[in-house]
T-cell receptor
Framework: GQQVMQIPQYQHVQEGEDFTTYCNSS?????IQWYKQRPGGHPVFLIQLVKSGEVKKQKRLTFQFGEAKKNSSLHITATQTTDVGTYFCAAGNNRKLIWGLGTSLAVNP | DADVTQTPRNRITKTGKRIMLECSQTKGHDRMYWYRQDPGLGLRLIYYSFDVKDINKGEISDGYSVSRQAQAKFSLSLESAIPNQTALYFC???????????FGPGTRLTVL
């Protein structure tokens, strides 16, 4: 079945450094979503990308969807301690989501 | 989201006991999901339901059963709990016109 690979699994950065997590699929995706889970919390929807080559920004977060709609990335500029958590990508097919394993981000102050 | 609630929030039980986890939502969504989360394994789908008469198995349904009592309620049961079912369990909801899922706060289950 459809799988979504997400890398890296873990990332430690110093506060102020940039961070990127990548999501890849062997098949064309209809859309990709990104969620954030804070430590001790539940996944919270961040954004959905639908169009080939789409780029969306939310303050310091930049989300991209590849031209072939097989990969996506989330980039955080100048990380802050509030960015700590696990970031998941998920591919939607209207029935259910296919989840990546997530990237856990730790930020050293 | 406060619109999706789960009870209990924490539960410790013993091997062989029957356990029910409950999920309620006020979002008016017709689709509901049960996931379990284990460290390093992400979110794995147990069961999902599109309405009270439509129940579907997910990737790890063995050892679990569900009941959709109403559009707003979706319960997960462990008929005979075993230690490897120790995990964090999440309920989620989704409307029919979007792929976005909204999660409950989770239930941390420990099976001794």
């Amino acid at each position: 079945g459809q799988q979504v690979m997400q890398i890296p699994q873990y990332q430690h950065v110093q506060e102020g450094e940039d961070f990127t997590t990548y999501c890849n699929s062997s098949t064309t995706l209809s859309n990709i979503q990104w969620y954030k889970q804070r430590p001790g919390g539940h996944p919270v929807f961040l954004i959905q990308l639908v169009k080939s080559g789409e780029v969306k920004k939310q303050k310091r977060l930049t989300f991209q969807f590849g031209e072939a709609k097989k990969n996506s990335s989330l980039h955080i500029t100048a990380t802050q301690t509030t960015d700590v958590g696990t970031y998941f990508c998920a591919a939607g097919n209207n029935r259910k989501l296919i989840w990546g394993l997530g990237t856990s981000l730790a930020v050293n102050p | 989201d406060a619109d999706v609630t789960q009870t209990p929030r924490n539960r410790i039980t013993k091997t062989g006991k029957r356990i029910m986890l409950e999920c309620s939502q006020t979002k008016g969504h017709d689709r509901m999901y049960w996931y379990r989360q284990d460290p390093g394994l992400g979110l794995r789908l147990i069961y999902y339901s599109f309405d009270v008469k439509d129940i579907n198995k997910g990737e790890i349904s063995d050892g679990y059963s569900v009941s959709r009592q109403a559009q707003a309620k979706f319960s997960l049961s462990l008929e005979s709990a075993i230690p490897n079912q120790t995990a964090l369990y999440f309920c989620a909801t989704k409307g029919s016109s979007t792929d976005t899922q909204y999660f409950g706060p989770g239930t941390r289950l420990t099976v001794l």
